[in-house]
Every structure is written in structure tokens, then in C-alpha cells.
């Protein structure tokens, strides 16, 4: 947390004009101070650069998808020799030393903080034309920082409320805040954002380019929000009507809607098309210059293949060194064979040096240890020119109109009216039959399968697991892995997660708040268990 108890005087910063055909662009602007803070002229470009921290915590930043995606059933680390993610995919994460596989996610969270408290702090006291745009600037800080506190609290619990830039004259230690004080600090900023922000036709009209924070987004965030202090730990339930308005105002508005159409899977992932009209809030690839370490090169299928079985020779590429564990690909294929699975999850495809073609339910051993059954596919780039095995061109949500849909449905059914239409949609589009007539527990329990088939691999099961509480969680990963297997299963010895036997103690539904923060802060308490 060090990183925002002093005050930067360097910033990178993108100069980039509102209405200009790229979005981030990094360019080194200047230095600013204290009696030097950059005029309207330049603050459109502190607001891109937030957007842009945004994205190396939420994606750029590979340890964000491990940390979101390795503790639940949808990914495994296909080498399975003595590694950090292991502590990850079997719930056995300490603090002694740190996990570098979430250690840093925290510094990048405090990167958007600082930012955000910046342009907060500063931007009204600045001269602009465009008094109308200078609220909307500060709104577009109030949401990602809402955002980054969102993140934070549903990974560690309660975070220090650090609401304004940091300066050698404040109490550089803040203490932590209760999980109660966190999230009703982040909803007002959801709530602030959402008065200000203008929506996503606006935006267009006035020529801005994708990639802003607006009030559907605010509104669907502020809605996940209270969704989420219904469940574990908080139980909640108090702003469950709030959070149902706020998700009609967003379905009713005319500026979100699933993608229909012949192939709605490969139109909504398209690359060329992914700010599209299902994508509220959507982390920009373009401009940024990606490191080689973001979260897509890890996913993807690497060297060792092509010719993945739907368009040819041109995919995404990477490591391949996250795969899918196959009992997740075989229980998707069992809910959902069609073509949303055939999108979002490689089972086939052909080997180079003219080897057999690679089905699920095989184990293609390399030099290295055994490859997955299956890959993850959703962020394919067809069609795309890569320069290399890292390499990804794709957009990233952290907000979809699928997501709000489902959260419509399951905040009608806790409140007692059960609403199937936005259930219904998602798995109509993806060639499923309705559903109707479901007891509350049974309509809650396929919501949740459904939000696993349609938002899996976008950072939404492992909140979604530990909002549901300890039980719930157990029995999903039980399910899927198995902890009870012994040597003589099936399978054993193949070093796949199955393998492992653990059980999760209630104090992992957190994380260890990381040691490097513990350090530069002594006020800060660890989380119980620790």
C-alpha cells in the first residue's frame, strides 16, 4: 500500500484528444505537483490512464485471472510440478511468504485508487470549458475506484478508506475498515457515478470512443454490489429491491442487448467487434502495450497446436499453461453441448508434426509434464496477425448485459417473484430449453449453473462461490475435484488437480492480506486464520 502514501510526482500519462481513433495510447506527458496539478487540457488523458491501471490490474495483470479463476473448477495449472498456483487450485494459501500468484494485485488496485483519488481531489477546481464533461470525469474516477474497491473487498474483506491523494502530512497507516464501512464507501461511489455519468448512445453522439465508464455501467455495478452484500459474509439483504431497479433502469434503457444472431457466440467474442452492444464495461486492449505476462497468454493454446477445429489456422496463442480440468469441460458439455461450449472451451483440434487429432479424454504428454484435456477458447483472436505466443488483440468485460440479465433473475427470485426472462434468454440463445415452474431453491441453483456456463473464465465464479458461503462452495469443488480421491481412482497420478486431498477451512474464503502490505503498514490486521 506504500504506493499511495506518497505523493507521485511521475506520472505516465496518455495524451489522446476525446474523439480520437485510438483509444490508449501511452505517451510520457509530464510531471505535476502539487501547484502544477494539469489543466483542462490534459485531463481527459488522467481519465484514459485510469482506465488503463484498471486494465493492468484487472487484466494485464496475469495474476488477477489466477487469482479469480485457479481456486474454482474451471482452470488448472497444466504443469503440475511444485508451483505458487498449486496454492491457489488447492485452497492452501498462506501468508508466510506471499503467493506471487496474487501477492501484487493489491499494489495495482492502489495505483487505481491513487489515480482516481487524484482526478477526484483536483479536476473541479480546474478551469474547463466543458463543465459538463468535468463532472463526468470525476464520475468516471468515482467508478473505477468503486471498481477497485469492489475487487478488493470480495478478495481480502475489509480495506483501508484512503478517499483523497496521500500527502507526508496524513496518516500515512491507515487502519483497515470492517467489510460493512468498505461497501458502503464503494457503493457511493457506484451511486455518484451513476448520477453523473452519461450513457453509452450519449457518449457516441459526442464522439467518444469506447471504453468509458457509463451510467448503465455504474448502475449494474452498484446493483452487483448490493447482490453481493446479500450474500456470505455480510447477509444483507436489505438493498435487494434497490438493486432489482437499478437492473430494470439498465434492461429498460434501449442501450444494452444480447447478441442474436446465426453464430452469437463467435460474434459476441469477435475481436473486430468487441465493444458491441452486449459489453457495459469493457477493459480496452487497443493502445496497450502488452508485457508478454497478461492473463490471455497464459489461456490460450500454444506453439504446439493449430488448426483449431472452428476456423483454421488463426487463434489466440500463448503458454497454454492454464488449461481446463477435464471434469469442468466434461460437466459443461453435459449442461450445454451446443455452440456456446464449442466457443468457450477447445476439445479438439490437430497437432503439428502430423500427430493424431487431440480429442477430450486424452492426456498429450510433452517434455515437460501432461497438456490439459482441454483449452480455453473464448478469447480466440480469428483472423488475427500475431506477433507472438503471447499475443492477444482482445477486449476484456468486467461487465456484460448477460450478467445483468442474471442478476435480474435472481434478485426477483429472492424477493420472491420469480422472473425467468432473463434466465431464459441467455440459455435460449444458447439452444437450451426454458425453464418454468422451479421450486426458489431449485430457480437459485440454475441461475447459478447458468452463470457459470455463460460468464465462465470472466472473473465471476470464485465471487460467486464465496458469495454463496462455505457449503456451497465445498460441494461445487467436491464435485468437481474430488478432494476424497485416492491413488487407485481413475485418473490418479496424472498430477491433475483432482488428485489433491483438502478441505477447505472457513478461513480461506478470504485471502491472506499480502505480506508486503503488512509490512509497509503496521496498523493493518491480518485476516483471522493466517
Excluded at 102 to 118: A, C, G
Excluded at 137 to 155: D, M, N, P, T
Excluded at 331 to 343: A, C, I, K, L, V
Excluded at 439 to 468: A, G, K
Aim: charged letters at 20%; proline letters at 6%; aromatic letters at 12%.
Amino acid at each position: 500500500m506504500k504506493n499511495i502514501f506518497y505523493y507521485i510526482a511521475l506520472l505516465s500519462i496518455l495524451i489522446i484528444p476525446t474523439a480520437c481513433e485510438q483509444y490508449l495510447e501511452e505517451e510520457v506527458f509530464s510531471t505535476y505537483g502539487e501547484n502544477n496539478f494539469p489543466t483542462g487540457a490534459t485531463v481527459e488523458t488522467m481519465v484514459n490512464e485510469n482506465h488503463r491501471l484498471m486494465g493492468m490490474l484487472v487484466v494485464f495483470n496475469h495474476r488477477m485471472g489466477w487469482a479469480t479463476e485457479m481456486p474454482t473448477p474451471s482452470m488448472q495449472y497444466n504443469f503440475r510440478n511444485i508451483h505458487e498456483r498449486n496454492n491457489l487450485s488447492t485452497w492452501s494459501w498462506n501468508n508466510e511468504y506471499g503467493d506471487p500468484a496474487y501477492y501484487d494485485i493489491m499494489e495495482r488496485l492502489w495505483d487505481v485508487v491513487r489515480m482516481s483519488n487524484d482526478i477526484i481531489e483536483k479536476v473541479p477546481d480546474i478551469q474547463m470549458e466543458d463543465t459538463q464533461r468535468q463532472a463526468e470525469i470525476v464520475g468516471e474516477a468515482k467508478f473505477l475506484r468503486g471498481l477497485a474497491y469492489f475487487y478488493g473487498v470480495r478478495l481480502w474483506g475489509g480495506m483501508p478508506i484512503v478517499d483523497k491523494p496521500q500527502t507526508l502530512d496524513d496518516d500515512l497507516y491507515p487502519a483497515r475498515a470492517s467489510i460493512e464501512e468498505t461497501y458502503a464507501f464503494l457503493t457511493k461511489d457506484f451511486e455518484d457515478a451513476a448520477a453523473i455519468l452519461p450513457t453509452k448512445s450519449e457518449y457516441t453522439t459526442r464522439g467518444f470512443n469506447a471504453g468509458h465508464a457509463t451510467k448503465g455501467a455504474a448502475q449494474g455495478m452498484l446493483a452487483k454490489a448490493y447482490i453481493t452484500m446479500a450474500g456470505e459474509p455480510l447477509k444483507d439483504n436489505s438493498r435487494l429491491g434497490e438493486a432489482k431497479v437499478l437492473l430494470e433502469s439498465v434492461i429498460s434503457s434501449g442501450q444494452y442487448s444480447l447478441i442474436q444472431s446465426a453464430t452469437p457466440y463467435a460474434d459476441l467474442w469477435d475481436w473486430n467487434n468487441d465493444n458491441n452492444d452486449e459489453m457495459m464495461y469493457v477493459i480496452q486492449k487497443e493502445g496497450i502495450q502488452q508485457n508478454f505476462r497478461g492473463m490471455f497468454g497464459y489461456f490460450t493454446p500454444n506453439v504446439f497446436t493449430r488448426d483449431i477445429w472452428t476456423t483454421g489456422t488463426d487463434y489466440s496463442r500463448g503458454s497454454a499453461l492454464d488449461g481446463v480440468p477435464p471434469e469442468f469441460a466434461k460437466w459443461f458439455q453435459s449442461h450445454d453441448s451446443g455452440p456456446r461450449f464449442q466457443w468457450t472451451i477447445i476439445t479438439e483440434f490437430e497437432l503439428v508434426d502430423d500427430k493424431p487429432p487431440f480429442l477430450a479424454g486424452e492426456i498429450f504428454t510433452m517434455e515437460d509434464g501432461p497438456q490439459a484435456q482441454a483449452y480455453i477458447g473464448k478469447y480466440r483472436a480469428v483472423g488475427a496477425e500475431l506477433e507472438s505466443n503471447f499475443s492477444c488483440p482482445n477486449n476484456f468485460p468486467v461487465l456484460r448485459y448477460a450478467d445483468v440479465l442474471l442478476l435480474h433473475s435472481e434478485v426477483s427470485n429472492e424477493l420472491g417473484t420469480q422472473d425467468y426472462s432473463g434466465l431464459n434468454t441467455t440459455r435460449e440463445r444458447a439452444g437450451l430449453p426454458p425453464l418454468a415452474g422451479l421450486s426458489q431453491d431449485d430457480f437459485r441453483d440454475s441461475i447459478f449453473v447458468e452463470r457459470d456456463l455463460e460468464l465462465t473464465y470472466e472473473q465471476q465464479m470464485l465471487f460467486d462461490m464465496r458469495r454463496r458461503g462455505l457449503e456451497y462452495t465445498k460441494s461445487k469443488l467436491e464435485g468437481f475435484f474430488n478432494p476424497n480421491q485416492n491413488e487407485s481412482s481413475p485418473g490418479a497420478g496424472d498430477g491433475y488437480p483432482q488428485d489433491f486431498q483438502f478441505t477447505i477451512e472457513p478461513h480461506r474464503m478470504l485471502f491472506p492480506y499480502p505480506p508486503n502490505e503488512m509490512l509497509s503498514n503496521p496498523n493493518l490486521v491480518q485476516n483471522p486464520g493466517y
